[in-house]
C-alpha cells in the first residue's frame, strides 16, 4: 500500500514561495495509470484541489491558482512537489497530498483514493 509524506515549512510569510514535498513510499510515482495531486483546506472552509500530475508527467491545474501554482517531481527520490508563489494569508491551509487510482485526471478530492496525513501551513509576517 502506498503511503505519502509531506513536508515543509509550517510558516510562511506573505509575498513568499510557499513550497511543499510529497515523499512516496510503497509505490512508484512513475507507474501507470496513477495521478498524484495536491489538496488543500483552509480553516472552516472546504477541501480544494490545486493540482495534480500524472504518470507521464502531465500537470493540469486549478484554474483559480494556475498562475501561482508550479507542481513537479523528482523521480530519483520518488517525490512530488508544489510551489505556490505569492502567497497571502488566505493561503494559510492543512495541505494533503493524495494519489487517484487511475490514469485520469479528477478535480474533485473525493476521486482520490490515498491521502497523506497533511501539513499545516500558515502565511502570517
Known amino acids: 500500500q502506498v503511503q505519502l509524506q509531506e513536508s515543509g515549512p509550517g510558516l510562511v510569510k506573505p509575498s513568499q514561495t510557499l513550497s511543499l514535498t510529497c515523499t512516496v513510499s510503497?509505490?512508484?510515482?512513475?507507474?501507470?495509470?496513477?495521478?498524484w495531486a495536491w489538496i488543500r483546506q483552509p480553516p472552516g472552509k472546504g477541501l480544494e484541489w490545486m493540482g495534480a500530475?500524472?504518470?507521464?508527467?502531465?500537470?493540469y491545474y486549478n484554474p483559480s491558482l494556475k498562475s501561482r501554482t508550479s507542481i513537479s517531481r523528482d523521480t530519483s527520490k520518488n517525490q512530488f512537489s508544489l510551489q505556490l508563489t505569492s502567497v497571502t494569508p488566505e493561503d494559510t491551509a492543512v495541505y494533503y497530498c493524495?494519489?487517484?487510482?487511475?490514469?485520469?485526471?479528477?478535480?474533485?478530492?473525493?476521486?482520490?483514493?490515498?491521502w497523506g496525513q497533511g501539513t499545516q501551513v500558515t502565511v502570517s509576517s
Open positions: 493524495v494519489q487517484r487510482l487511475s490514469g485520469k485526471f479528477a478535480y474533485t478530492a473525493p476521486n482520490y483514493d490515498y
Open positions: 510503497g509505490g512508484s510515482i512513475t507507474a501507470r495509470d496513477y495521478v
Open positions: 500530475i500524472a504518470y507521464t508527467d502531465t500537470t
